[in-house]
């Protein structure tokens, strides 16, 4: 299936905020990398994004934009081409002048205006008989693309029990083209981005060829400074729909199902965050053998498509009901009637006499993206990636990077679609730092051992604290460069880091000085391993000419009545010591020696 970038980031409006990231129901459609000028930004990658509008519901920084075919609509139209008009029931809310816009868009040449309305009629009556003649139990409803997107993207397992029937726009273009002989290009005046993909999808057969979201068209009309009002109301022209216009708010499929079946069990989902958990719910629930619905009414906009994602969603909700309920009570008081305690509704009984059934039927493809995050995958350097070795800082779980739980983040950086930045609490451990050592910096290795000293005596504990640092190190910056000596200090804290233990601490005490702490580790133990240290960096050949990096090496013990100060000290004097023989001595001593 070939995936179209519609959704898309204005880079010079992303913050990297991470909004997009918290609010997107689907994993890997935001992906976090860093610009050109050093900044976090936050891209789209179509072939995760579902286009359920939900980032750009929540981005306030103006970063989130869309594309739809609002512009090739009216290029197409002023080349003179041959295009009717299908229009969303949601329209009535969202243009309240939707009859001058009809007339307005007809001066331009448009031939025809249709009510999608209609074709929701035919989608409830096609989902009511395909249930009977094909002996389904449980069916869930397809009007919303961004569901059908989800499905065959994420959870295509499912699949089958999405209903075998097109949406009410496609109902409504089959019917047109099939049984009203309409030629021509189809627009659809529509309040969802995501309509975009069901228009190219291969199983809607190329029925419908623009989608113009009540947003573009809206802002087309404004910048070309069109006068709606100084044009002719045009009205909806051939079969008058039923009730199908309540299809565009959350649960008017339930409402027109009820006209004639009141038995049927129902399920109403809306929103986003309820819309796509329930998917796996439903799955679920199937896969244990437990009873579902009989239908799921299924929205992924909390608001209908009244406020859909390709709407200003500035109408309010009981405005939306007010007019809706006036529209729908007039259409029943016309198409329903009451035959004892038979129900006859006039469009059913019109599509049961001259519609197939087969003319309406939807395929659907399997397009798994393996879109999810999998916490039992291993994730050992990714956490260490963002300096996180215990289970506690696994587990921290904010939602600073937008996921909600570490593992998550962790996950994403697995899959290279992050990075370790957006972790505030890797931010945070960056300021305890050394830039080019990697190891922790002078603040932090000295809260470190006052902490050491503390909670070590207080459970009768000790620790050895080894000081460090190169020898002749002004020589080595002099005769060969910064750069020289950069590598030298940072070989030397690869090595440290080679040779500590999870529960040591190491870091750059300044300039080419170091420091270790080695927790439950007594004097002996500690020179074995300062002299497994010194050894290894002078056997690697790092500096120019094959010349090696020595160092001396001073090592001290707590006694029982230390404070941070007096350890501190006896490991300076013992590297004094060290500095004062070095080429003339051992290279280290302990605070025990003396001169």
């Known amino acids: 299936m070939q995936f179209i970038e519609r959704v898309f980031t204005r880079e010079e409006n992303c913050t990297g905020c991470n909004k997009c990231i918290a609010a997107c129901p689907v994993d890997c459609a935001n992906q976090v990398y860093v610009a050109d000028d050093g900044t976090r930004k936050v891209r789209v990658d179509s072939q995760y994004c579902i286009q359920c509008g939900a980032c750009l519901k929540v981005c306030d920084h103006g970063a989130r934009d869309y594309l739809d075919d609002t512009e090739a609509f009216f290029r197409d139209l002023a080349a003179g081409e041959e295009i009717s008009v299908v229009s969303a029931p949601s329209v009535l809310v969202n243009f309240p002048e939707e009859k001058r816009l009809f007339g307005w868009l007809a001066s331009l040449g448009v031939r025809h205006f249709y009510d999608v309305s209609l074709g929701a009629d035919i989608t409830t009556w096609a989902y009511l008989r395909v249930m009977e003649r094909d002996g389904l139990s449980s069916v869930i409803s397809q009007p919303c693309p961004s569901i059908v997107n989800y499905c065959e993207r994420y959870l295509p397992e499912i699949l089958p029990s999405l209903a075998p029937i097109q949406s009410p726009l496609m109902c409504l273009a089959v019917f047109l083209r099939k049984y009203c002989g309409l030629t021509g290009r189809i627009a659809f005046l529509s309040p969802c981005i995501a309509k975009g993909e069901e228009i190219i999808n291969p199983n809607t057969h190329n029925l419908v ?3 113009v979201t009540f947003t573009k068209l809206k802002r087309y009309v404004a910048a070309e400074g069109v006068d709606l009002q100084a044009f002719p109301p045009r009205d909806f022209e ?11 708010r959350p649960g008017g499929l339930r409402e027109t199902v009820r006209i004639t079946n009141s038995d049927l069990w129902i399920r109403q989902i809306e929103s986003a965050k309820r819309a796509y958990p329930y998917l796996h719910e439903y799955r679920a629930r199937q896969q244990a053998g437990r009873p579902v619905p009989g239908l799921v009414d299924i929205l992924n906009c909390a608001g209908g498509c009244n ?3 390709g709407t200003d969603r500035d109408v309010d909700l009981d405005d939306i009901d007010w007019q809706t309920n006036r529209t729908k009570a007039e259409k029943e008081a016309a198409q329903v009637k009451r035959q004892g305690e038979a129900v006859v509704y006039a ?11 087969e003319d309406f039927r939807r395929e659907y493809e399997n397009c798994d993206v393996h879109g999810f995050f999998r916490p039992d995958e291993n994730l050992e350097t990714a956490f260490e990636s963002l300096q996180k070795r215990t289970p506690e800082s696994r587990e921290i779980n904010c939602h600073a990077c937008g996921y909600g739980k570490c593992w998550r983040l962790a996950q994403a950086l697995k899959r290279g679609i992050n ?9 945070r451990s960056q300021l305890k730092y050394d830039r080019l050592t990697r190891l922790l910096n002078h603040g932090e290795m000295e809260i470190v051992l006052k902490r050491l000293v503390k909670t070590l005596h207080l459970k009768g504990l000790g620790f050895s604290l080894i000081m460090l640092d190169v020898d002749d190190f002004k020589l080595v910056n002099d005769h060969y460069g910064h750069d020289a000596g950069d590598i030298a200090l940072r070989t030397v804290s690869e090595v440290i880091s080679r040779y500590m233990r999870p529960t040591d601490f190491a870091g750059r005490w300044g300039g080419d000085e170091f420091a270790i702490a080695l927790p439950g580790m007594g004097r002996d133990d500690a020179m074995v391993l300062a002299r497994q240290i010194r050894e290894a ?3 690697l050949e790092v500096l120019p000419g094959n010349e090696r990096v020595r160092l001396s090496m001073g090592v001290a013990e707590t006694q029982p009545l230390d404070d941070f100060a007096d350890i501190f000290q006896r490991a300076d004097r013992a590297l004094y010591r ?10 280290v001593y302990t605070d025990e020696e003396n001169d």
């Open 307 to 309: 406020l859909g994602t």
């Open 238 to 248: 051939g079969m008058p729909a039923g009730v199908g216009l309540v299809f565009s």
């Open 347 to 357: 469009p059913f009984s019109y599509f049961d006499t001259h519609l197939k059934l």
């Open 578 to 587: 060290a500095k004062r023989y070095k080429g003339r001595g051992p290279g």
């Open 209 to 211: 060829q623009y989608n």
């Open 537 to 539: 960096v002078m056997r």
């Open 419 to 427: 990075v370790p930045e957006s972790c505030i609490d890797f931010e």
